[in-house]
């Protein structure tokens, strides 16, 4: 199973300031690897996949890269809406695996 | 628009069964593959099932393999989770999911449901 270990667990932020989160896999995982944001009491939403392409609606603040082992979710510049879980997930080898998520708060 | 909407959940005693279901709408059903992942009490997410869109494909987590089974009945826009032997461990909250590719699988899923929680205790 690929493991996928992400950093930090908390990042303390304020608006405007840039996100820089960090996913790594225990083996590499080519470019197969999505991000998605989970807020409390919502469904969890797909912002990228496949290492850097932009899922539909998902506003250009947010990008994604690497490829291999280490990839990275950047958010340039967060809005107050964007202050939530982030889950990185790899679909390089069966089972799917999620990493434990960095929490980006205030 | 395209909506997922989880039913089925409960309080069920350790050893009991449950059968989840998701009503989709907004979108040509049996065109995409489809997942269910869960979130346990204070967790992160964690993949367990997936089934191909016409029900031929189907994989689990070993967490669950023998004792969950992944359905749909495509006629009906409703995808299944059989649960039998649940175990504490399996309290969660259970979301579907869709690939986010039509008609072929990409094992992203956008969008997801509001999940239906499962508490397994005696």
């Known amino acids: 199973e690929i493991v996928l270990t992400q950093s930090p667990a908390t990042l303390s932020l304020s608006p405007g300031e840039r996100a820089t989160l960090s996913c790594r896999a225990s083996?590499?995982?080519?470019?197969?690897l999505a991000w998605y944001q989970h807020k409390p009491g919502q469904a969890p939403r797909l912002l990228i996949y496949d290492a850097s392409n932009r899922a539909t609606g998902i506003p250009a603040r947010f990008s994604g890269s690497g490829s291999g082992t280490d990839f990275t979710l950047t958010v340039s510049s967060l809005e107050p809406e964007d202050f939530a879980v982030y889950y990185c997930?790899?679909?390089?080898?069966?089972?799917?695996?999620f990493g434990g998520g960095t929490k980006v708060e205030i | 628009q395209v909506q997922l909407v989880e039913s089925g959940g409960g309080l069920v005693k350790p050893g009991g069964s449950l059968r989840l279901s998701c009503a989709a709408s907004g979108f040509t059903f049996s065109d995409y593959y489809m997942g269910w992942i869960r979130q346990a009490p204070g967790r992160g997410l964690e993949w367990i099932s997936y089934?191909?869109?016409?029900?031929?494909?189907?994989n689990y987590a070993d967490s669950v393999r023998g004792r969950f089974t992944i359905s749909r009945d495509n006629a009906r826009n409703s995808l299944f989770l059989q649960m039998n032997s649940l175990r504490a461990e399996d309290t969660a909250l259970y979301y579907c999911a869709r690939d986010l590719m039509g008609g072929r699988s990409s094992n992203w899923f956008d969008p997801w449901g509001q999940g239906t929680l499962v508490t397994v205790s005696s």
């Open positions: 083996q590499s995982i080519s470019s197969y």
């Open positions: 089934i191909g869109n016409s029900g031929s494909l189907i």
């Open positions: 997930q790899q679909r390089s080898n069966w089972p799917l695996t």
